[in-house]
């Protein structure tokens, strides 16, 4: 296809065609092509004139937008002729100004370099990152760390407590699902993985005395409304704090138009984008009116931030004090909510009327859609990819572990039309800053970071991130020898050093439930799986499940362990279901309500834990294996 929508589509990033994983091509056709522009906001039918513009521009850029530059080394610019003169603004906000190639010495961080109007943004990050000791931990669901006698949700100080118990227990850190900011005005929006804002964190889980009763399940059409209320109690008995008006100030104007959004949702409902068309843009006049005549209620969501981060301090401080090498593992989700806080607060840096999505594969023959909006690659680049950067100094401030889900996206990301008729198609990412970053943030935290890359992996994309120190996952019952026929899985020796190594994760069965198979008995109770397809999924697990015992030698949780512990990979992470036997998965991907996806309670108390024998038993094989 040689169109200038064609044309002015690779030029803006998208590819023009990508191997699926049946190593089969498929092409981009123009009405992805066209699709995919409009939501990057260039209009297919002005291709040529667009082109024509692009290419003006590039042509009167003397430098590039953007450069990654090897931190604390001398630098020399090319673009730079000797004479011109340039300025450095730098994160901190210092100043530096010369002449010339010659730059000098870049300290860590994200700078503006200016050559008359025109600027480049430097990355200046280590080279790679340093790589952690052999370790393990346990993941967690932090949403079900309240039993069914406790009732109400898992709260930031129920965490502090499971945390403590288990570094006493021998873990080196313990890991929860995402901790975003969701929507306090919507019970039904309880998913982690469709954040409101992935810059703030989430008031469901403030310890604040909710008092709600209990059983197996949560039930968060109850939970949320007492937990609102529980935290309206609390900022009526508040008294003029000034630590927390100096934390107000410091956090600035990312923090008050986060407020703003959410004070405005009390007003006209969690979504943003059914809102009356004055209020979808934060700077209209009437909203500005608004945050006039509401100043209390967005003080009142700052605090609620403010609370938040102070119980995650709480957490930090339980996981050093109970010796755990690197305390707690969040994790980062891959997008955000179209109708969301982070969305309204930045409009020009998500794409519209797509989503981030996966291709057709054997697991899900028309695609995956997420509903989930995607950053367009060209304006994170205009704003020097902070947006991206602040995220994760957020959870870098309390967590040293940080996930990365579907790092995949810093390569490409798969964007589908939300008409439902046009096939999707992939955007290529600007992957080398976007690495940059992550290295600016973890080395600035002396933290870990792990990459989901599972999937289809575009080639190259594994030895970028074990080049950055960026650790992959590799999930056990995916981790065969797929040329050896059915059930062949690899032995532990065969496994990545670098890597954190799971059994599964919370998208998939625990260890028995994958042995009862009942994750293909969910599939067919809700009809996303025929009889005769169940039976031979059923089939082909009970072969997987005889190789993968004799492979560890036995049917048990503790043989399982001790094979995890027994692999090359620096982290291994066992799931804390497995350690308790249960039998049920957290989430069941492609379900939303007619599965219980993230409701799930644990059945002992959160400062019980460390001292369950099947957390003995796995510290017992991890220090076999010298972790």
Same mark, same amino acid.
């Given at each position: ?69 090897? &931190? ?43 050559? #008359?109007?025109?600027? &480049? ?271 994760? $100094? ?78 992959? &996952? ?63 999924? $059923?089939?082909?697990? #009970?072969?997987? $499940? ?82």
């Amino acid at each position: 296809m040689t169109t200038a929508i064609a044309t002015l589509g690779q030029k803006l990033g998208i590819l023009p065609d990508y191997l699926d994983q049946a190593q089969e091509t498929r092409e981009t056709s123009e009405q992805t092509y066209a699709a995919l522009l409009r939501a990057m906001g260039t209009d297919p039918d002005a291709a040529e004139s667009a082109l024509d513009a692009l290419q003006a521009e590039e042509t009167a850029r003397p430098l590039p937008l953007w450069q990654v530059i090897a &931190c604390d080394s001398e630098v020399t610019l090319d673009g730079i002729a000797e004479g011109v003169e340039w300025h450095l603004d730098f994160e901190d906000g210092a100043k530096r100004r010369g002449q010339g190639p010659q730059l000098g010495r870049l300290p860590l961080g994200i700078h503006r370099l200016w050559v #008359e109007d025109v600027f &480049c943004w430097l990355l200046t990050a280590p080279e790679t990152l340093p790589q952690p000791a052999r370790g393990w931990g346990v993941t967690l669901p932090l949403y079900g760390l309240r039993t069914a006698a406790q009732g109400g949700v898992g709260t930031y100080h129920d965490l502090a407590a499971a945390v403590g118990s288990l570094g006493a227990g021998g873990a080196d850190f313990a890991g929860v699902n995402p901790i975003h900011a969701g929507f306090p005005q919507d019970p039904r929006a309880f998913s982690p993985y469709s954040p409101s804002s992935r810059r703030r964190f989430s008031t469901l889980h403030i310890a604040a005395g909710a008092e709600t009763t209990g059983d197996d399940l949560i039930d968060y059409d109850t939970v949320v409304p007492a937990q609102n209320a529980a935290l309206e109690r609390l900022w009526s008995d508040m008294a003029p704090d000034p630590d927390f008006e100096a934390w107000r100030e410091a956090e600035g104007a990312s923090l008050r138009r986060f407020a703003l959004h959410q004070a405005l949702s009390e007003e006209f409902g969690p979504v943003w984008t059914h809102w009356p068309a004055a209020y979808r843009d934060p700077t209209h006049p009437e909203v500005a009116s608004f945050a006039e005549r509401n100043g209390h209620r967005i003080a009142y969501h700052s605090w609620l931030q403010w609370l938040a981060e102070g119980q995650l301090a709480d957490v930090r401080r339980a996981a050093a004090e109970a010796g755990m090498s690197l305390g707690l593992y969040l994790d980062l989700a891959v997008g955000t909510h179209p109708g969301g806080a982070e969305t309204w607060a930045n409009p020009e840096l998500f794409a519209r009327g797509v989503s981030l999505g996966s291709p057709p594969d054997g697991f899900s023959p028309d695609g995956q859609t997420w509903a989930l909006a995607p950053m367009q690659p060209a304006t994170l680049a205009q704003q020097g990819f902070r947006p991206l950067a602040a995220i994760l $100094r957020a959870g870098l401030r309390y967590a040293n572990v940080l996930r990365i889900d579907h790092i995949l996206g810093f390569e490409r990301a798969y964007w589908v039309p939300e008409d439902g008729k046009t096939p999707g198609g992939y955007v290529s990412m600007p992957k080398a800053a976007l690495l940059a970053v992550a290295r600016i943030e973890a080395a600035r935290a002396g933290a870990v970071v792990i990459g989901e890359d599972l999937g289809n992996i575009p080639e190259g994309l594994r030895a970028d991130l074990d080049a950055s120190g960026v650790l992959g &996952c590799r999930v056990a019952m995916f981790e065969q020898d797929w040329d050896a026929g059915e059930g062949a899985f690899l032995p532990a020796r065969a496994y990545d050093t670098g890597a954190l190594t799971s059994f599964s994760t919370h998208d998939l069965p625990t260890w028995e439930g994958w042995r009862a198979g009942r994750d293909i008995d969910w599939r067919e109770k809700l009809g996303s799986h025929g009889p005769e397809a169940a039976d031979e999924q $059923r089939r082909l697990r #009970e072969v997987e $499940r005889a190789s993968l015992e004799r492979l560890i030698g036995g049917t048990s949780a503790r043989d399982l362990h001790a094979f995890l512990a027994a692999t090359p990979s620096r982290l291994v992470a066992v799931q804390i279901e497995d350690i308790l036997g249960l039998e049920e998965q957290a989430n069941l991907p492609g379900t939303v309500y007619d599965h219980p996806n993230w409701r799930r309670r644990l059945p002992v108390a959160a400062a019980d834990l460390g001292q369950v024998p099947g957390l003995k038993e796995t510290a017992e094989v991890m220090a076999a294996e010298e972790r």
